[in-house]
């Protein structure tokens, strides 16, 4: 029996041998090609790669489950190989694409959640939708320290160039981007010395500056004009706009009330023009504070893990794409270790990958691999985030941590850091402002990144 599995084993090997002489370029081709005239610069790259590709076959043959056609996409905002679990919120935006092309009354769309269960990979994906229905589409991140003037007239400027080529009438383009400049240019800016001033910030359009429209330098009243404006420019080509904005809980407040102000003239107007925002789990409550009319101007959509059948399809499907699959003990295994949550599946998933000699995916090779995607999610996903706070900010997190996983009372984290509630108020604000941690009602506060409790009692002082 021995020797029989070792003429399989050879037999094997050969094959493996003979596939990956197909696979390897022709090298009486390469010299000829090296040759060829202009090709003396590229000798010592040819035989860098020459040299280095015998070892990359050595490897790639030794693993079955190649680490070179890994499809896990643990990034920021980095569309994973399968979106699951999301149909449901994809679906509601195409009913809110389609109902403004109809002319319908219609909702923005806000949605919410805490990091890394994937708002702006669905953010994206809703912009790929209205950009397959020919919509004009613009995009900004919002800052706590920037006003979004600049960023919505860039955005907006975006999306009518997607409009104009089937606008049959350039005059009516170039009266919108000069009021576009008008509206860039009007509001004041900070100097270096902390003293406002009226900016000349152009966003590269050719064309004079409107008068009198747009550039009153209040930004609500300029913002109604300006959407109202560019919603009339979709209208002339029978399609729509769609103004997208990540990090929404960061826009500052008295340009989140302008902007639910415009939403609201638009809502009353029909025009074919929508704002879909997304951020923290507190963005409701920061849009409720600046109009009370937001609740009912936005369609909300609060996403959270994804449920085992989800988790489950969004490992499975990119692996057996290449013919790889998990046993269902592993499966098991990686639900547990992830929670569910969409990064956390693709950062164990990636991992697992790379360290497993063969498939099916076993259990135990999740346990091999779950130290190495723990200490790369302690770096890179927990890690950052906690040095960005002052020591008074990390000793209020490391108190909450202490209380549980759950949102927590300011008077309880007082009484863990045996402080006065009111002496806490800086650290619990710029902790709040970092997006560290968020005010889940009023008098409770939770942390923004999940397992993030779990990674700091872990951690020592």
Not at 177 to 197: I, T
Not at 283 to 289: M, R
Not at 338 to 361: E, H, L, N, T
Request: proline share 7%.
């Amino acid at each position: 029996m021995v020797a029989t599995a070792t003429a399989q084993g050879a037999a094997r090997n050969r094959e493996a041998g003979q596939g990956a002489a197909r696979c390897r370029p022709d090298a009486r081709a390469g010299a000829r090609a090296d040759a060829r005239p202009g090709a003396r610069g590229a000798t010592r790259r040819t035989a860098f790669y020459a040299n280095l590709r015998p070892q990359l076959y050595r490897l790639i043959e030794s693993e079955t489950v190649d680490p070179v056609r890994n499809p896990y996409a643990p990034g920021a905002g980095q569309r994973p190989p399968e979106l699951a679990g999301r149909d449901r919120e994809l679906r509601q935006f195409e009913v809110v694409l389609e109902r403004v092309a109809r002319g319908r009354p219609e909702r923005s769309m806000i949605i919410t959640g805490l990091r890394g269960v994937g708002k702006t990979v669905l953010l994206n994906s809703f912009r790929s939708l209205a950009i397959q229905r020919l919509w004009g589409t613009g995009k900004i991140e919002a800052r706590p320290d920037q006003s979004v003037r600049r960023p919505i007239a860039a955005a907006l400027h975006m999306a009518v160039r997607e409009l104009a080529p089937r606008h049959r009438a350039p005059d009516r383009i170039e009266e919108f981007l000069g009021v576009l400049k008008a509206f860039a240019q009007a509001g004041p800016e900070d100097d270096a010395k902390g003293k406002a001033r009226v900016h000349r910030w152009s966003p590269g359009i050719d064309v004079p500056a409107a008068r009198g429209r747009a550039d009153s330098g209040d930004l609500e009243i300029d913002l109604t004009e300006l959407l109202s404006d560019a919603a009339s420019v979709a209208t002339d080509v029978g399609s729509g706009i769609a103004l997208f904005v990540d990090e929404m809980q960061d826009v500052p407040a008295d340009d989140v009330s302008a902007l639910c102000a415009a939403c609201h003239e638009l809502s009353q107007n029909g025009g074919p023009l929508i704002v879909v925002g997304a951020g923290l789990p507190h963005l409701p409550a920061v849009l409720s504070a600046s109009k009370s009319y937001s609740e009912r101007l936005f369609r909300y959509a609060r996403i959270d893990r994804l449920d085992r059948a989800s988790a489950d399809v969004a490992l499975l499907a990119p692996a057996e794409r290449e013919e790889v699959t998990f046993t269902p003990e592993a499966l098991d295994a990686l639900y547990a270790a992830a929670d569910g949550y969409p990064y956390f599946v693709q950062a164990y998933a990636k991992v697992v990958w790379d360290v497993a000699p063969d498939s099916p995916i076993t259990a135990e090779d999740i346990r091999v691999a779950a130290p190495e995607a723990e200490s790369e999610l302690a770096v890179g996903f927990f890690g950052s985030r906690y040095e960005r706070a002052t020591p008074a900010e990390r000793d209020y997190m490391r108190a909450m941590a202490a209380l549980g996983d759950e949102p927590v009372a300011t008077s309880d984290v007082a009484a863990e850091l045996g402080r006065k509630p009111s002496s806490l108020s800086p650290a619990r604000d710029g902790l709040i402002k970092k997006g560290l941690i968020y005010s889940a009602e009023r008098g409770l506060v939770a942390f923004t990144v999940p397992h993030f409790g779990t990674f700091l009692r872990t951690q020592t002082a």
